[in-house]
């Protein structure tokens, strides 16, 4: 217990008001509030904890189930957590990571792919496989969608979920799907500003749904060339939040 801690993250979630978070159930060590910890791509400092009976904590031991707040990024189920020497060193294994994945999931550029015309591309021969990006709004979505998503393939197309994760559709989203001809599929989540401004610059094709039944159809109806054509969100403008004032009762 008297060591760093390290542990295993069994769920997680990008919540309003608390931003990612991610339950720990902790192996190894004693994890405690202000501790800077990497989580693969994922780096953060622990900004609070919450047990399973949903009180806070400041520390957390081996065996122990909490709510980790402080994630840059939602972490996937199963990978795991560690406790850095600091936040720097956090920050600069994350980055490392992310750059050594960003290469070896970016296969090179490639014309954009829409669900719309991939049916005519098959026919065509220009494409033999439809690649998804998927990004759902908790892991239990992730881990439902992409083994159904990937059931839809035939003997003249295999659908291949490229990227599966928890969260916003971020601008690393659209690059993979731009250097891979693909398509991004989003439950439950919206895309980032700059995630949409990379879409509409590389060409992607950004779809989200809140029905997993009507995702699941409209890439069959890809597939199979009877997809209708797509009700278009306009845009016609943004907002920043600049400050949040906090006003008690």
Known sequence: PKRRAYGTVIESSLERGRGPVGTVIVQEGTLRVGDPFICRTSWGK??????????PVKEAGPSMPVVV???????????????????RAARELAERRREWLREREQPGAARAVSLEDFYRQLQEGEVKELNLVLKADVQGSVDALKPALERLGNESVRVRVLHAGVGAISESDVLLAAASRGVIIGFNVRPEP??????????VEIRTYRVIYELLDDVRKAIEGMLEPERREVTLGRAEVRRTFHIPG
């Open 69 to 87: 707040l402080g994630f840059d990024e939602v972490p996937r189920a199963g990978q795991r957590l560690i406790v850095m020497e600091d936040e």
């Open 194 to 203: 700059t995630a949409k401004r990379a879409a509409e610059q590389e060409g």
């Open 46 to 55: 622990v900004r609070a904890m919450v047990d399973d009976k949903g009180r």
